[in-house]
C-alpha cells in the first residue's frame, strides 16, 4: 500500500500479485482517512477468523502479500512471520503451500498479520492453487473457465498494516462470492464493522442479478453440484461475453450529448474544496479546465470496460490532476449520476443506481448490505462509500465468515 499514495487501478492481469490490495489502500490514505496512529503499531496484530458461515467443508487461510519492511512479495504463518515466495518460472511453477487451517463452523481462531500490503484468502472445502511467475504470484482469476480455482469456493479481503495503522476492507471489486465480514478493535477499546449482509442479502443480490435483463443473470457461476460459487464482477462479464459489450453505451451517449452544451463540475478532494476543475465535450472530447481556463486534461468517450474497470480511456494515474478527475468519473458512470448532478461526487446515496441503464451487480450488492457500504467497483471509496474499517492504534482485526443465505 505504501508503493502508491492513490491507487493506480489498471485491472490486474494473471500475475499482477498482490499490488491491488497495495492499490487500494493507498487510495484509502489518499482519500483524507485519518492516519494518526495513538501508540506504535505493533510488529504483529491477531486477525480473529470466526467461522459464522454454517458450511461443514474443511476451510483454509492464506495470509499473502507484500512485507512492507523488504518489499518482497510472500507468505505470513499463522504466527505472523514472513516467508518469500521462492523463484517462479515460465510457465508458472506451483508455490509453496501458504494454508492454514481455519475455524471449524462456530468456531473461531486467531492468526497473527505482521506488517503487510496484501490478502487475507479463504476458501472452502478445497485448497486453493497458487502459482509464481517470473514476475510474481499468480492470482486466481476465476473469469477464465480454465483456472484451476474456478470450482472452489472461495474469497478474500484487502489489508495494510504499516506505522500509521490499520486498514481492512471487504470487497467485491472481483466478485461476489462467500459472504464475510470485517471489523477491527480500537485502541479505545471500541469496535468498527463493516461488509456484513442483511439478513437474505446473499440470495438477495442473486435473485436481483437473475432478475435484470439484459445478461445480469450470467455473471452468476455454478458449479456442477449445483453450489452457486460466485457472480463476476461486470468488467469480467464482459471479458468473458457474459454481458454484451453496449451494455453501457446508452448512459455513456447521453452524458457526452449533455456535456457538450453544459459542464460538468469536479471537485475531486473533500478536503480541498476550492479546487475544481470544468468539463465540457467538443469534438467527441471531454476537456476539463482549471479555474484559469487551462486544459488540464481530457478524455475520450469511454465504453464500459472503461467504466466498470475504471481503466482503459478512464485510467486514473498517480497523480493531483487526471487520477482524481478520472475516479470521479468512474465513480459517476458506475453510479449513473452524471446526469442529475453537474457537481460531481455526488454525496447522496440515495440517488445512485437510479438510471435505466447503470451498473445494477454495484447497486444490488449496495441495496443489501446491512450499512449499505461495499466496494463493488475499483473507486466506490469516492465519497467514502467504501466497507472499511481503519484505526490508527488497531488492538485486533477481525474476519466474520458469514451464511450465505
Known amino acids: 500500500?505504501?508503493?502508491?499514495?492513490?491507487?493506480?487501478?489498471?485491472?490486474?492481469?494473471?500475475?499482477?500479485?498482490?499490488?491491488?490490495?497495495?492499490?487500494?489502500?493507498?487510495?484509502?490514505?489518499?482519500?483524507?482517512?485519518?492516519?494518526?496512529?495513538?501508540?506504535a503499531v505493533p510488529a504483529t496484530i491477531p486477525l480473529k477468523i470466526t467461522n459464522n458461515s454454517g458450511r461443514a467443508e474443511p476451510l483454509y487461510v492464506y495470509n499473502l502479500g507484500t512485507d512492507l519492511a523488504s518489499g518482497r512479495q510472500g507468505w505470513a504463518d499463522a504466527n505472523g512471520t514472513f516467508r518469500p515466495w521462492p523463484a517462479g518460472g515460465n510457465p508458472p511453477t506451483p508455490?509453496?503451500?501458504?494454508?492454514?487451517?481455519?475455524?471449524?463452523?462456530?468456531?473461531?481462531?486467531?492468526?497473527?498479520l505482521p506488517g503487510f500490503s496484501g490478502r487475507v484468502y479463504f476458501s472452502y472445502g478445497q485448497?486453493?492453487?497458487?502459482?509464481?511467475?517470473?514476475?510474481?504470484?499468480?492470482?486466481?482469476?476465476?473469469?477464465?473457465?480454465?483456472?484451476?480455482?474456478?470450482?472452489?469456493?472461495?474469497?478474500?479481503?484487502?489489508?495494510?498494516?504499516n506505522d500509521s495503522g490499520l486498514w481492512l476492507n471487504s470487497t467485491q471489486v472481483d466478485m461476489f462470492s462467500a459472504p464475510y465480514s470485517v471489523g477491527v478493535q480500537r485502541g479505545d477499546g471500541s469496535t468498527a464493522t463493516t461488509g456484513r449482509l442483511k439478513p437474505g442479502g446473499y440470495q438477495g443480490v442473486l435473485n436481483t442479478l437473475r432478475a435484470q435483463p439484459g445478461g445480469w443473470g450470467n455473471l452468476i457461476q455454478t458449479r456442477s453440484?449445483?453450489?452457486v460459487l460466485r457472480?463476476?464482477?461486470?468488467?469480467?462479464?464482459?471479458?468473458?461475453?457474459?454481458?454484451?459489450?453496449s451494455v453501457m453505451d446508452d448512459y455513456i451517449n447521453r452524458v457526452w450529448q449533455k456535456y457538450s452544451t453544459e459542464t460538468l463540475t469536479v471537485t475531486p478532494f473533500a478536503?480541498?474544496?476550492?479546487?475544481?476543475y470544468y468539463g465540457r465535450v467538443s469534438g467527441g472530447v471531454m476537456n476539463f479546465t482549471d479555474g484559469s481556463g487551462a486544459v488540464v486534461t481530457s478524455f475520450q468517450k469511454p465504453d464500459a470496460s472503461s467504466v466498470f474497470g475504471c481503466h482503459g480511456k478512464l485510467?486514473?494515474?498517480?497523480?493531483?490532476?487526471?487520477?482524481?478527475?478520472?475516479?470521479?468519473?468512474?465513480?459517476?458512470?458506475?453510479?449513473?449520476?452524471?446526469?442529475?448532478?453537474?457537481?460531481q461526487p455526488d454525496p447522496d446515496a440515495g440517488a445512485f443506481y437510479k438510471d435505466g441503464v447503470t451498473n445494477h451487480y454495484a447497486r444490488a450488492i449496495h441495496a443489501h448490505m446491512a450499512d449499505g457500504k461495499a466496494y463493488a467497483f475499483a473507486f466506490d471509496d469516492v465519497g467514502n462509500h467504501e466497507s472499511l474499517v481503519h484505526?490508527?492504534?488497531?488492538?485486533e482485526a477481525r474476519i466474520t465468515l458469514e451464511p450465505m443465505n
Open 315 to 343: 485510467v486514473a494515474p498517480n497523480d493531483q490532476v487526471r487520477g482524481p478527475i478520472s475516479r470521479t468519473l468512474c465513480a459517476g458512470f458506475n453510479r449513473t449520476t452524471l446526469l442529475v448532478n453537474p457537481n
Open 95 to 112: 508455490a509453496p503451500d501458504a494454508s492454514i487451517p481455519g475455524p471449524a463452523p462456530g468456531q473461531t481462531v486467531t492468526i497473527r
Open 1 to 39: 500500500m505504501l508503493r502508491l499514495i492513490r491507487r493506480v487501478l489498471e485491472r490486474r492481469a494473471a500475475a499482477a500479485g498482490p499490488a491491488l490490495a497495495a492499490l487500494l489502500a493507498g487510495s484509502l490514505l489518499a482519500a483524507g482517512t485519518p492516519a494518526t496512529a495513538e501508540a
Open 225 to 227: 453440484d449445483g453450489t
Open 271 to 276: 478536503d480541498r474544496p476550492g479546487t475544481k
Open 391 to 395: 484505526d490508527g492504534n488497531p488492538q
Open 127 to 161: 485448497k486453493l492453487a497458487f502459482k509464481l511467475a517470473t514476475g510474481g504470484l499468480v492470482q486466481p482469476a476465476v473469469q477464465n473457465p480454465s483456472d484451476p480455482n474456478r470450482d472452489i469456493l472461495f474469497n478474500w479481503s484487502e489489508y495494510t498494516l
Open 231 to 245: 457472480a463476476l464482477s461486470p468488467l469480467y462479464g464482459l471479458e468473458t461475453g457474459a454481458l454484451p459489450a
